[in-house]
C-alpha cells in the first residue's frame, strides 16, 4: 500500500511561477526523499529530508518537512518548461522505499 | 549517472510465456529493487535483494520471481506472463539501502497480449 501520498495529483502553471506540492504519509518516518521523473525516463533523486530536519533547500528547491503532521511539501521556486516532470515522494520507514502516485507538473512557457 | 542497464528496453510477448528482465549496474551497490510503474498507481515494489542470493518480497510480488548470483546482476522473471503484469518495469539500486537515494534505470515496458 501506498505510504506516501502526493497532493495535487496534477498542476500547470506559467513559466516563473512557484510551484508547490504536498506530500502526506501515514507512519513515522526516517527520511523523507523528494524524486523527478521525466516523460519516458527513470526517476532521478532530488533531495532528503531526515526526520529530525524542518526544512532543506538545493538550489531552486525548497522542502519541509512536518512530523507532527506527517506531511512534507516540495516548493520550486521561479520554475522553468524544463521542470516539467511528475514529482514523487519515497518514505523510508526503515524498509525499501515506499513511493507515492506523483504529482503531474506543467509548467507552461 | 549511475551505471545502471535495464535489458530488454521494451517486449511485448504473449500471455503465458515465460520473460526474464535484466538488471545490470557497474556501481558495486550491494542493495538493488524492481519495482513496476501503472497509472493511478504510481511505483511498487517486486522485490528487492540485498546482497548476493539474498532477495526479499516487496508489496507486489505474486507473480514474480528473482535472482541475483553476481553483485551486478538481478533478475526479474514472470513465469507465466500475464495481461495485468503489462507494466513499465524500473531497477534501482543504492548503496545504503533503505536510507539512502535511490538510482533508476530507464526503464523495461512490457506489453502481455
Known amino acids: 500500500s501506498q505510504q506516501g501520498e502526493e497532493d495535487p495529483q496534477a498542476l500547470s502553471i506559467q513559466e516563473g511561477e512557484n510551484a508547490t506540492m504536498n506530500c502526506s504519509y501515514k507512519t513515522s518516518i526516517n527520511n523523507l526523499q523528494w524524486y523527478r521523473q521525466n516523460s519516458g525516463r527513470g526517476l532521478v533523486h532530488l533531495i532528503l529530508?531526515?526526520?529530525?530536519?524542518r526544512e532543506k533547500h538545493s538550489g531552486r528547491l525548497r522542502v519541509t518537512l512536518d512530523t507532527s503532521k506527517k506531511s512534507s511539501s516540495l516548493l520550486i521556486t521561479a520554475s522553468r518548461a524544463a521542470d516539467t516532470a511528475s514529482y514523487f515522494c519515497a518514505t523510508d520507514s526503515g524498509t525499501p522505499l515506499v513511493f507515492g502516485k506523483g504529482t503531474r507538473l506543467s509548467v507552461i512557457a | 549517472d549511475a551505471g545502471i542497464t535495464q535489458s530488454p528496453r521494451h517486449k511485448v510477448t504473449e500471455t503465458g510465456t515465460p520473460v526474464t528482465l535484466r538488471c545490470h549496474q557497474t556501481e558495486n551497490h550491494r542493495y538493488m529493487y524492481w519495482y513496476r510503474q501503472d497509472p493511478g498507481h504510481g511505483l511498487r515494489l517486486i522485490h528487492y535483494s540485498y546482497g548476493v542470493k539474498d532477495t526479499d518480497k516487496g508489496e507486489v510480488s505474486d507473480g514474480y520471481s528473482v535472482s541475483r548470483s553476481k553483485t551486478e546482476d538481478f533478475l526479474l522473471t514472470l513465469e507465466s506472463a500475464t495481461s495485468s503484469q503489462t507494466s513499465v518495469y524500473f531497477c534501482a539500486i543504492s548503496l545504503a539501502g533503505g536510507t539512502g537515494e535511490l538510482f533508476f534505470g530507464e526503464g523495461s515496458r512490457l506489453t502481455v497480449l
Open positions: 529530508i531526515r526526520s529530525n530536519e
